[in-house]
């Protein structure tokens, strides 16, 4: 046979085979995807965790290496906790004495420059005689009166320490106030197309057939008032509310996009596991959040039963509009990390959390009453405060 | 596509797993597709490239060359190769070595030049004139010997 005849006749052979794959193999394209969806979700949630994780230990590693210095170990905020301030305020109320010394030998000046970076002061010249050091004054001194501001120009190490810094000085009660504003946005801790009956428990939860439904919770802006004990580390906090997110209903190849708006209050303890420039605290908030739903289907709209899946019904019978409001309760648990920026009354912060929400919607339609669930979030949030009392 | 990727497979199950591959890679592209040309052609585009890329992941596991077997010359009718079973015929190719097969397949069923096929399975052009002779050849005499077991079984009984 020529060569040509072979070829062409394969070809056409091959032309229009076919053959039908086993049914094992969609159950095994299905398994992938939602594997490969798993492990995507996973990593959308690691990367950042891993980023707040590893910029927290820089931070700290780099709070850790200012040791050296004691000005600059020294954070003030605790170490003034530690302090009697009734002692301070008396030694303040009083004028010291300070020896002065007249030797006759050359006055040698010392000079100390802290960092800018001092939780301190920044840039703060200190000189002293170097014979102020010496316990026994070698010759007769005279006293004088002084001030405790002005011995912030002294040298002796522990007066240095117990010195109070006119700025950042605590109130009597070693209680720190202060605002800030937080940003966040959240994630399902499930598959984004998960059903609502059940809010799934773990990150890797399967999806269930009864309609699918996804929420993202995409901004959370939330402008907040804490108060936190220096000496037990134990602080509380008061924070309104203002969020944004999408709900996403899919029923019978139906798709239903609805946005939300969402306004609350907060309340929240938090405790103080690490001290210092960078400061790690576990924190627990009880958030109430009213909710309103608009599904933007212009024909039909959504809502979700309670056998747990989401349910479309065509708007025939003119229903409308397609809002839902509804009052929330949710908690949340995680970690925050904040750090002291060089003007110490500043601070930034960084945290994640675990939010579940108990839900007490129940929608009411013509032929249903809806109850809405939503999964758990994990959420991720950055913010900035300011110190406004101590 | 199963059909394509059963030839450029050694046997059901690594065709199996080209076409799983397959359409989870249509799925996650399917956004990007947007109505440009025959739906068919891409589909079937994806099956040969995936099925490529299977042949190359596996070329760079194992190193070993591809046997050639015992090239027996002879006369391949016309008539014997058209009533040949479809699932013999498939059989003959998927025994064939593997860069045997991958060249025969580009070659003589999709119809890619030696240049072509050289550039996709990163081999020279003389090493992918010399396989789909090679390759041509083997199959025809796996033809022939099947041919000719199958007269014996006819007339021998």
């Not at chain 1, 008396?90 to 020896?99: F, H, Q, W």
Request: proline letters at 4%; hydrophobic letters at 35%; one cysteine or more.
């Amino acid at each position: 046979m020529a060569h040509k005849d072979f070829e062409n006749i394969v070809k056409s052979r091959f032309q229009d085979f076919e053959s039908t794959p086993p049914e094992s193999l969609w159950s095994n394209i299905n398994n992938a995807r939602t594997q490969r969806r798993k492990w995507f979700l996973l990593l959308i949630w690691l990367l950042p965790v891993l980023a707040v994780a590893s910029g927290g230990a820089f931070l700290y590693s780099v709070n850790a290496s200012n040791a050296n210095s004691k000005i600059q170990s020294v954070d003030i905020q605790e170490f003034y906790a530690q302090l009697d301030k009734q002692k301070v305020k008396e030694e303040s109320k009083l004028d010291l004495p300070v020896i002065h010394e007249h030797s006759k030998e050359p006055k040698q000046q010392i000079s100390y420059n802290t960092p800018a970076s001092s939780s301190i002061v920044a840039q703060t010249e200190i000189k002293a005689d170097s014979e102020f050091f010496d316990p026994v004054p070698k010759e007769t001194s005279t006293l004088e009166m002084m001030s405790v501001s002005e011995l912030v120009g002294s040298n002796n190490e522990n007066e240095l320490e117990s010195r109070p810094c006119p700025a950042y000085a605590p109130s009597s009660n070693f209680r720190q106030h202060s605002v800030g504003l937080r940003l966040g946005s959240f994630a399902n801790v499930s598959p984004s197309n998960a059903k609502w009956e059940q809010p799934p428990t773990t990150l890797l939860a399967e999806a269930t057939n009864n309609g699918n439904a996804s929420y993202q919770r995409i901004l959370e802006i939330a402008p907040y008032y804490q108060i936190r004990n220096l000496s037990n580390g134990i602080g509380i906090r008061a924070n309104l509310l203002y969020a944004a997110s999408n709900v996403n209903a899919v029923y019978e190849n139906n798709e239903y996009f609805g946005t939300q708006t969402s306004i609350g209050l907060g309340l929240g303890g938090s405790y103080t596991l690490v001290n210092g420039r960078f400061q790690v605290a576990a924190y627990l908030d009880v958030q109430g959040e009213n909710i309103r739903t608009r599904f933007n289907n212009s024909n039909s709209y959504g809502w979700f039963n309670n056998q747990g899946g989401s349910q479309v019904q065509t708007n025939t019978d003119p229903i409308s509009p397609s809002r839902y409001e509804q009052w929330v309760l949710s908690a949340e648990v995680g970690l925050r990390c904040e750090y002291i920026l060089p003007r110490p009354q500043w601070r930034i912060n960084a945290s994640v959390g675990y939010r579940n929400y108990f839900w007490q919607q129940n929608v009411e339609t013509t032929g249903n009453t809806a109850l809405i669930e939503i999964p758990q979030l994990v959420q991720m949030q950055v913010g900035v405060s300011y110190v406004i009392r101590k | 596509m199963r059909g394509v990727a059963l030839r450029y497979a050694s046997c059901e199950e690594v065709a199996d797993d080209i076409l799983q591959d397959t359409f989870i890679k249509v799925f996650e592209q399917l956004k990007n597709y947007e109505d440009q040309g025959n739906l068919g052609g891409w589909l079937y585009r994806i099956t040969v490239n995936t099925a490529l890329q299977a042949y190359r992941k596996q070329k760079s596991r194992n190193t070993h060359h591809d046997a050639y077997g015992q090239e027996n010359t002879g006369y391949v009718s016309n008539e014997s190769l058209e009533n040949m079973k479809m699932d013999d015929l498939l059989q003959l190719i998927q025994e064939l070595p593997e860069g045997f097969r991958m060249v025969f397949n580009l070659r003589a069923i999709e119809g890619y030049s030696h240049k072509e096929i050289g550039e996709m399975l990163d081999i020279n052009e003389g090493t992918s004139k010399s396989q789909y002779a090679r390759a041509k050849k083997q199959l025809q005499a796996r033809i022939i010997a099947e041919e000719n077991e199958l007269k014996a079984r006819i007339y021998g009984s």
